[in-house]
């Protein structure tokens, strides 16, 4: 079971559907991908319609049956013909996508390509076509930048559908009700700093403050380990030994680094279990949804 609890942060407690829009961040290899689909879970839990956005061609979701449960991913060039065709220009958007040039174009111009992809979460938001929106953003770097872009370009336009778009992407990204950003590392030494990092970046150049901190694949508690500080009545050389020195080592590594993000964030980190497999089953990610809705409802 979770090990957070007994961190001793008196912190703000994460609420799911405080924002329409969540968006999950991390450090690639961290599982913000796994996160977003436990969330998802969790939202549809509710009876609530839920919507997971990939940000990059190569995420991939276990294909659910679940009304209540949709996957899409942004590309800038469908974006953009979507765009087209929503302002009548529809002919236009046609020819872009049978000669394939609307990739290149909507890359062609520094910035744009991100702006089309908020721009595109800002008009599902606006819209009724989910109760939650979760987003599967680009690893640290790509998203620092994308959430820069908006301001950017508001600045270099003067007027016209670039700056208006810009400005009101802008406004979703002000108000906390309508967007969050939760983080999601692993306890370990280069992924905490990394997103501390990326944490303090947001917030200098935007103003985002995260709403929530999840930490991965943290290990499995075992009873007294902490306790366990003599092994010498195993043999060095057993198997047994060299399992419980690991197990020992790698849960103290842990809480220390897990202490050190819980400290940074200012947040209750949500700790989500290993899990020994290869590739998470839809049981996998129910287990570890129930896992993450417990702790939520004891830090209320």
Do not use: W
Request: charged content about 20%; hydrophobic content about 40%; overall charge positive.
């Amino acid at each position: 079971m979770p090990n957070s609890a007994n961190l001793g942060h008196k912190k703000k407690v994460f609420d799911l559907f405080a924002q329409k829009v969540l968006v999950v961040v991390g450090k690639g290899g961290t599982g913000r991908t796994t996160v977003a689909r436990v969330l998802a879970e969790l939202g549809t839990k509710t009876g609530r319609r839920v919507a997971v956005i990939a940000g990059t061609s190569g995420t991939h979701f276990l294909a659910k049956e679940d009304p209540l449960l949709s996957f899409s991913s942004l590309e800038p060039g469908q974006v953009l013909i979507s765009y087209l065709y929503e302002h009548g220009l529809g002919q236009l958007g046609k020819r872009l996508s049978s000669t394939g040039l609307a990739s290149i174009i909507s890359t062609a111009i520094p910035g744009i390509a991100d702006l089309l992809v908020l721009a595109k979460i800002k008009q599902m938001e606006r819209s009724d076509a989910a109760d939650l929106i979760i987003f599967d953003a680009p690893a640290s770097g790509h998203f620092l930048r994308l959430i820069a872009t908006p301001k950017g370009l508001a600045d270099i336009a003067a007027a016209g559908p670039l700056r208006k778009q810009s400005r009101e992407v802008l406004e979703m990204l002000d108000d906390p009700t309508r967007l969050g950003v939760a983080f999601v590392t692993i306890a370990e030494e280069t992924p905490v700093k990394e997103s501390i990092e990326t944490m303090k970046q947001l917030k200098k150049s935007s103003g985002i403050v995260p709403c929530a901190l999840f930490i991965n694949s943290v290990l499995p508690s075992i009873p007294g380990n902490e306790k366990v500080q003599d092994l010498s009545f195993l043999e060095s050389t057993s198997p047994y030994y060299q399992a419980a020195k690991y197990m020992r080592t790698r849960s103290q590594s842990q809480k220390h680094y897990e202490a050190m993000a819980a400290k940074a964030f200012g947040l209750k980190p949500i700790e989500v279990p290993l899990v020994p497999t290869v590739e998470l089953s839809e049981d996998d990610i129910t287990y570890l949804a129930d896992i993450v809705e417990l702790q939520i409802r004891s830090k209320k």
